[in-house]
């Protein structure tokens, strides 16, 4: 018997050699264990997708065929890099966007309510009309727009359309009868429905008040889920995305993860944060899921909102808004009630990520955070999602937060860029030295993980890494930069999206770096984000994309992958 097995052992171990894969013929680059920039020529990798070796141009690369590699990739001198990991993704609503009414090119309330209009027309079988990224700002519009509006394109059927930031959502009276909202309906806490001047609800409701609405719209089917997740795996795989922090994951939405999973079709790496803790509980039970599916899936912690955006005006405040008096926004939970949920989710050792835009819900999740960590000590690595506007006067507190168990700024280049005009007028001009304050809190010790925060941006780790380092929009605008001094340098920016985004959901043993031991999820682009211009940076073209070994993405799919030598 012993004989036997010892023989099995061995005859996986051939089986394991006969199948590595030499990757050649590129300008290899990762931040290396220290942090520092690696370069390299070549790497290898197994059959399992384990990265098995990297090489310099000056190592003695194995050879193909018998007691070698079997498989060769040539790179074709293109530029390889880790995978790119979005650090703050809606994995499910990234898919449903692309499957429904997609407004965020709508440059005027008209050019919307054409779209609208024509999509309704065109979807006649559709019972609800769905969809997302409006933007009154984009509008010119200095209002919300009304159901009133909305009813004028489509007055049959329940139209129910999420504004650009999720935060808020515009229904049309249809919608508003199915959901009961009337001039009698009584705000619920942390949200607001806009009114007309007879109180009777005007269209947009405002966080919490959404619910409203968002509770009597369908709930998509298994198959729905199914498609909005390849939809959305698609769109990250051509973008040279290959792992993903899914901010608010719901059991559903764990559900079919988990039947992707079973089936082998996962094609990112989702770390999977529980929306509230509710769910953390149901998926997770008494602490954070193992690793599934060879490190495809891990539902390692909690995710909370606690205020909503600058854009609606929910984002909460230490002083009224410049361009709304008396409105300082508002918090989704009490002090007490935040810290008692964290204490929930830390006491069962999940990670815990904390949405954060206001510089008041900055400062009171620090606080809260600061306070917790006298009781949950160890490496805890406390999330902060976008930490959007914080307090130069709570800049210590980070410092404080990062010895004591470390902190994670979970932050969104491209909406500093996107939200510049808004952010200027939302804030007046004393506020702005901690907005986006990306560099700032660096320099305190926090880990800058970086995202978009898709559907509310394209997750493009491209245009990212040009923002992060310019903070200036496509057109170069502001020239210099806006607030430069809260840029980064390439080895952060760079670190953002592959090694620190790891690090930032605790899989850094995992992925985001080329390295022996690590999974060889690595993507082949035309462009070094190391020497290359912003400019080039933004337009980078990504030619494959490769997770644990296996090709989800390919531009040129006719290349020639050498066969196997005989
Ligand atoms: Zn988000």
Known sequence: MKRLVLTAGLLALAANARADTLVD????????????????????????????????????????????????VDGKGRVLLPGMIDAHAHVMQTGFALLTLDLSDSVSLDDALDRIGKFARAHPDRPWILGSGWNQER??????????????????????????D?????????????????????SPEGGAIDRMPDHSPAGVLIDHAANLVARVVPVPQARDLDLALATAEADFAKRGITAVADMGTTVNDWIAFRRAGDVNRLYVRIMA????????????????????????LRMGGLKLLLDGALGSRGAWLKAPYADQ????????????????????????????????????????LLTTIYDLTHTYKGD??????????????????????????????????????????????????DRLRGAYAWNSLKQQGA?????????????????????????????????????????????????????????????????????????????????DPMTATPEAIRKTRVFQTWVGGGKTYDAEPDAVVAKPKR
Request: hydrophobic share 40%; charged share 20%.
């Open 325 to 364: 008096p008396g409105n300082s926004g508002t918090p989704l939970y009490s002090e007490t009630q935040l810290g008692n949920l964290m204490s929930r989710a830390a006491m069962d050792n999940y990670q815990v990520a904390v949405h954060a835009i206001g510089d008041k819900a900055n400062e009171t």
């Open 166 to 186: 999720f935060h808020a959502g515009w229904a049309n009276s249809a919608a508003l009868k199915a959901a009961g909202v009337t001039a009698a309906t009584v």
């Open 447 to 527: 880990v800058l993980a970086f995202g978009s925060d898709t559907p509310v941006e394209r997750p493009d780790p491209w245009i990212g890494i040009a923002v992060a380092l310019t903070r200036q929009d496509e057109t170069g605008i502001p020239a210099g930069g806006w607030q430069p001094q809260e840029r980064v340098d390439r080895l952060t920016a760079f670190a953002g999206y592959t090694s620190a985004a790891a690090w930032a959901g605790f899989a850094e043993g995992k992925f985001g770096r080329i390295a022996p031991g690590l999974r060889a999820d690595f993507i082949l682009v035309d462009t």
């Open 273 to 296: 944060y529980a929306m509230g803790t509710e769910a953390m509980a149901q998926i997770g039970g008494s602490g954070p899921t193992p690793w599934l599916y060879a490190d495809k």
């Open 25 to 72: 013929n590129i300008k290899g680059e990762t931040i290396a264990a220290d942090g520092t920039l690696q370069t390299f020529s070549a790497l290898l990798f197994d059959d399992t997708g384990i990265i098995k070796a990297v090489y310099g141009p000056r190592d003695r690369v194995p050879r193909q065929g018998r007691g070698g590699y079997q498989y060769h």
């Open 139 to 164: 509008w010119h519009m200095g209002r919300f727009p009304t159901a009133a509006e909305l009813d004028r394109v489509v007055p049959d059927r329940p139209v129910w359309l999420e504004r650009a």
């Open 380 to 429: 805890r690595r406390w999330r902060i999602e976008h930490a959007q506007v914080v307090d130069p006067k709570n800049f210590p507190l980070v410092g404080e937060i990062a010895r004591a168990g470390g902190v994670v700024a979970s932050m969104q280049p491209v909406h500093q860029t996107s939200d510049r005009l808004m952010a200027e007028a939302r804030l007046g001009p």
